[in-house]
């Protein structure tokens, strides 16, 4: 099987940036914040050769699934069959409100 590309969303890497502001705020380490978005984006690595590692989320939306990509972190994603695409929508931190943030219909461009 042909591996999928892996492509970020604007609003998944407008919320990775989010993610790294709010962990360098709380620990003053930014070797420690770097690190924790790098071993997410290595935990979502992985969907380029297992696209449907994760399980659906249909409740948050249609083929979206949830990846857990570390310790409080989560991604969402679609996978594009066709296209040959995993698509990043959103990752989320901590006590983030992915429920409430999707429902609203936020861009996931």
Same mark, same amino acid.
């Given at each position: 099987?042909? +591996? %999928?590309?892996?492509?970020?969303? *604007?609003?998944? #890497?407008?919320? *990775?940036?989010?993610?790294?502001?709010?962990?360098?705020?709380?620990?003053?380490?930014?070797?420690? /914040?770097?690190? &924790?978005?790098?071993?997410? &984006?290595? $935990?979502?690595?992985? *969907?380029?050769?297992?696209?449907?590692? $994760? +399980?659906? &989320? +249909?409740?948050?939306?249609?083929?979206?699934?949830?990846?857990?990509?570390?310790?409080?972190?989560? /991604?969402?994603?679609?996978?594009?069959?066709? /296209?040959?695409?995993? #698509?990043? *929508? &959103?990752? %989320?931190?901590?006590?983030?409100?992915?429920?409430?943030?999707?429902? /609203?219909?936020?861009?996931?461009?």
């Amino acid at each position: 099987m042909t +591996p %999928f590309e892996v492509r970020e969303s *604007l609003a998944y #890497l407008r919320d *990775l940036e989010r993610i790294e502001t709010h962990l360098l705020h709380m620990s003053g380490n930014p070797s420690g /914040a770097e690190r &924790r978005i790098s071993e997410m &984006r290595a $935990a979502t690595g992985r *969907l380029a050769e297992f696209p449907r590692l $994760a +399980p659906e &989320r +249909p409740d948050l939306g249609d083929g979206i699934r949830m990846l857990t990509t570390g310790e409080k972190s989560v /991604a969402l994603y679609v996978v594009q069959d066709v /296209a040959g695409i995993v #698509l990043m *929508l &959103r990752a %989320f931190y901590g006590g983030d409100d992915y429920d409430a943030l999707m429902r /609203a219909g936020n861009d996931n461009t």
